[in-house]
């Protein structure tokens, strides 16, 4: 997938936290539909057509799917459990 050369017109930013959540829904008669629900807000991430998958839609999975992976890991490597949360594990 090339990058498009046009300038970003606007930027949505949807926070990570309780409720937020990514689903597949994979469907045996349409290609799949990816959810990410933050809240009230739901964001569906779809191939270019309902019945069909280009190469340019297998790209664009792929570049999601490794660039999730890098922002799992960029999340979990700056986790640290609260001070009240890990007493509770060594006190069992």
Do not use: C, W
């Amino acid at each position: 997938m090339t990058r498009r050369r046009t300038h970003r017109i606007s930027t949505i930013t949807l926070n990570t936290g309780r409720g937020a959540r990514a689903t597949n829904h994979p469907y045996p008669a349409r290609t799949p539909v990816l959810a990410l629900d933050f809240g009230a807000v739901s964001l569906l991430v779809t191939t270019s057509a309902g019945d069909l998958v280009t190469a340019s839609d297998v790209e664009f999975a792929r570049q999601l799917a490794h660039e999730a992976d890098q922002f799992a890991r960029s999340v979990e490597s700056k986790f640290t459990v609260p001070a009240n949360e890990s007493d509770q594990g060594k006190a069992a």
